[in-house]
């Protein structure tokens, strides 16, 4: 802690924490959103957010799919909490905007400059945030298109923006940047991987990335509901060696698909649908002191520790923390050297803007 102008400041941030008393801003209920920026924050003009697919999804099977309910329920939210902290999934999602302070603390040390267009790389679910106006919610990316201010804590990671890819894209991209960077580490040559949610942003990401990993000896293998445009892609570009077909919550024909598809298990499990209840379906299609990697922001800590327990399988349970070094960089280059998964990308989520 160092003191400021009658507050003592916390690199964290725990100096903006309401209630409880002496929680961190991610675990608070409420934290203090006033928009400017103390001695060591940033204060950013906010365009953008991209919320968590997991919290999208619950938000929108809420709201039954209304744009104006899902930007009603998002306003609510950040008014009662001061932060965009969905408390049916407890998950954020990150948001893109322009430096408008930089507080006298960082001034020399942010390497940043009023005006720099930034993502942030922290969870909007302990960002400091005052949404003025939705101005347009795109459902088909999970993104809201604002008028705010947010603030970034000394210790909140931030990529200043690419030039050489279109802002949504990059937006996209480093909302799952975790994802990519860790199956690049976890795969080995050679290894059977198995990514549920292939077809969706994260899934797409760690099928490129679990491809070379793996190499020409290994096997990389999708799971979605049914075949979809990008799991086509990822077919036809050789990402993926086979679709499995099937519902990721229901653990015995998730296995009996693999098994017809594919494998009867695979050495690595990666985790990247958007839904709960699929814990047990992806500890079952791992081998023995296999590893299950759970991106899902919906994956309960009990059920995935609990289930593996009651079917007696032991294998390595990894949280998909959203960080890891050079992820950021690590996603941005997914897209760059794979030249099909950027198309895809650009088509999914660059929508013309409103005249
Ligand atoms: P996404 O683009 O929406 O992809 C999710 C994919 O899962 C979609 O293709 C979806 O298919 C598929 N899916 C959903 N339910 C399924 C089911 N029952 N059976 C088979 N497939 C199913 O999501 P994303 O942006 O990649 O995010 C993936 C997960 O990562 C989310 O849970 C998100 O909250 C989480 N996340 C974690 C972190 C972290 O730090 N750990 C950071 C960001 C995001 P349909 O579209 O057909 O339903």
Redesign the pocket.
Known sequence: MEEGVGVRLCRYGSHRVIEPAGAMPQAAWRIDNAPRALANEILIDVDALNI??????QMSEACGGDPAAIAEQVSRTVRERGKQHNPA?G?G??LVGRVAEIGEHLRERANLAVGDRVATLV?LSLTPLVIDEVLQVETAC?RLRVRGKAILFESGLYARLPDDLELEVAL?VL?????PAQTRRICRPGDRVLI??????????CAAQARVAVGAQGRVYG????A?D??RLLQREGYLDALVE?????ALSCLHALSTVAADEVDVVI?????P??ELSSILACRERGIVY??????SFTAAALGAEGVGRDVDLL?????SRGHAQIALDTVRDHAALADYFRRRFTVPQPA
Do not use: H, Q
């Not at 549920?196 to 990401?205: D, E, R």
């Not at 099937?246 to 229901?250: E, H, I, S, V």
């Open positions: 968590d697919s997991a919290s999208f999804r999934t998950s999602g990150m969870s999970e996209a909302d799952v940047a975790g994802a549920f949610g292939a077809g969706g942003k994260s899934g797409m990401l799971l979605e509901r049914a979809t990008s799991t099937a519902d990721a919550r229901d985790n990247c649908v958007n839904v209840g699929t759970f991106f899902n922001m919906a994956t949280i998909g923390n959203g960080y």
